[in-house]
């Protein structure tokens, strides 16, 4: 009988380091696949900004061509939110004024508000421009209303 039990014993413990192993072994994959997975939306994300700042950029230049670009960098910040309602929004979505670590003069030129965020021009501008567009009687929904305010790291 203690041989059967002693039998059932190492059985057991052997089974157990089976499963252990195989847990470890599972864990592992998971770790890579995680891994995978992270590299995989990092680059979507990078992609997918890239797509966007060229999407910006051909909008702006064809706002620019057909002569509709109301709001151009050489307008200083005051006369910007002059224009709309909702401009004070779109900078501060851009960090340009709106908290006191993005504080702008308002007698500042909006281009060199940008610059000294280290930020392109364009995609201020094309943001400007459509909320311009629309004219000061309408208030853009909050989707239309595009500020990149923060941005969560992958």
Request: proline share 3%; glycine share 6%; with cysteine.
């Amino acid at each position: 009988m203690i041989y059967v039990a002693l039998l059932a014993g190492v059985v057991a413990l052997f089974l157990a380091w089976r499963c252990s192993r195989n847990v470890r072994a599972l864990k592992e994959r998971n770790d890579r696949l995680t891994s995978q997975i992270y590299e995989l939306r990092l680059e979507m994300h990078r992609a997918t900004e890239a797509h966007e700042q060229a999407f910006d950029e051909l909008r702006y230049e064809l706002m620019r061509q057909t002569g509709s670009l109301k709001v151009t960098g050489g307008m200083t910040v005051d006369q910007v939110t002059a224009l709309h309602p909702q401009a004070a929004a779109i900078l501060a979505g851009f960090h340009i004024g709106g908290c006191a670590s993005c504080a702008v003069d308002g007698s500042t030129r909006l281009e060199e508000a940008i610059a000294a965020n280290g930020d392109p021009l364009q995609p201020v501008l094309v943001a400007l421009n459509d909320l311009v567009t629309e004219g000061t009687d309408r208030i853009m929904t909050e989707e239309r209303l595009r500020t990149p305010n923060v941005q969560l790291a992958l």
